[in-house]
């Protein structure tokens, strides 16, 4: 997982080809170290995503922009577009995960 730590390459990332998928999160956060913990199986599997790391507290105004009340929390960006967004409260298991990603697989096929 790439780590953004500018405005400017967040804009790039989501502007790019291709799908991104944005885990926002924070140094202080257990969820996030729990979620650290289980996800490089899933980014594997799911590997039509370039998967980025963006740490909110260095990043708050883009949090903010896109609504990221809590963390973790994974969104989805196609041609500068937020396409899916999987909150906080429902990133806790890796089934939680997996079941957010298929959603949106489905969603857009």
């Not at 039509?48 to 969104?75: C, H, N, Q």
């Not at 939680?96 to 298929?102: G, K, R, T, Y």
């Amino acid at each position: 997982m790439k780590s953004i730590t500018t405005v400017e390459q967040f804009n790039e990332v989501i502007n790019g080809d291709g799908k991104a998928l944005i885990k926002f999160q924070a140094g202080w956060c257990p969820d996030c170290t729990r979620m650290d913990m289980f996800i490089d199986p899933i980014i594997e599997e799911y590997n039509s995503y370039t998967w980025y790391d963006v740490d909110r507290d260095v990043l708050p105004e883009v949090a903010e922009k896109y609504e990221v009340m809590g963390i973790p929390s994974l969104l989805i960006f196609q041609n500068g577009e937020k396409k899916a967004h999987l909150h906080s409260a429902n990133a806790k298991t890796p089934d939680q995960v997996i079941d957010f990603l298929e959603s949106v697989e489905v969603k857009n096929s």
